[in-house]
């Protein structure tokens, strides 16, 4: 079955970087972008931006542009999301999830198990 | 960016009750919109993708319809699993946008 597992919680303080990995089984790792959302406590959902496991390409929200880098190592089918200048506004859960491809629409189906990151001094 | 509204942000309604939720998109995004479903202390779900088509698994009593800009989630006869907060997002283009949440609350 298709599992994506994420790294535990993390605990930073303001200026520091964060690198959260999650690893995919149960499917073809190249086959399926991952994404990475974000969620603030008691907020929505935010999205970050994704990778194509496959060419390593990225694209990434305009507002995180220069602080987020996305990875990702096919030998170990894990991708990984790292923000750095960290504020505590980045407190928040973060998620990796892969998006599938339907015939007219493509969509997210599953979700890793969330990694709650705290900025704080 | 592709900005999505989602109305209402919060809403009432009894067991049994039918409830609908509403979505529009900046711009014309044919059917590339999905509705996820998110329980407290969990990650979203996706309930319909392609803006009419139901996941595997999940209840009829889920169905989504719209095109284009418009776009509508409704859950007939509500069931106290389904009082939590519903999201829609666009896959049409990058970056992905999401609505601002409809809680569904027990009245």
């Known amino acids: 079955q298709v599992q994506l597992v994420q790294s535990g919680a993390e605990m930073k303080k303001p200026g520091a970087s964060v690198k959260v990995s999650c690893k995919a089984s149960g499917y073809t790792f190249t086959g399926y972008f991952v994404h990475w959302v974000r969620q603030a406590p008691g907020q929505g959902l935010e999205w970050m931006g994704r990778i194509n496991p496959n060419s390593g390409d990225t694209n990434y929200a305009q507002k995180l542009q220069g602080r987020v880098t996305m990875t990702r190592d096919s030998s170990v089918n894990t991708a990984y999301m790292e923000l750095s200048s960290l504020r505590s506004d980045d407190t928040a859960i973060y998620y990796c999830a892969r998006e599938r491809d339907f015939s007219t629409s493509r969509a997210i189906d599953y979700w890793g198990q969330g990694t709650l990151v705290t900025v704080s001094s | ?107």
């Open chain 2, 1 to 107: 960016d592709i900005q999505m509204t989602q109305t209402p942000s919060s809403l009432s309604a009894c067991v049994g009750d039918r409830v609908t939720i509403t979505c529009r998109a900046s711009q014309n995004i044919n059917t590339y919109l999905n509705w996820y479903q998110q329980k407290p202390g969990k990650a979203p779900s996706l309930l319909i993708y392609a803006a009419s088509t139901l996941q595997s698994g999940v209840p009829s009593r889920f169905s989504g319809s719209g095109s284009g800009t418009d776009f509508t989630l409704t859950i007939t006869s509500l069931q106290p699993e389904d009082f939590v907060t519903y999201y829609c997002q666009q896959s049409y283009s990058t970056p992905r946008t999401f609505g601002q949440g409809t809680k569904v609350e027990i009245k």
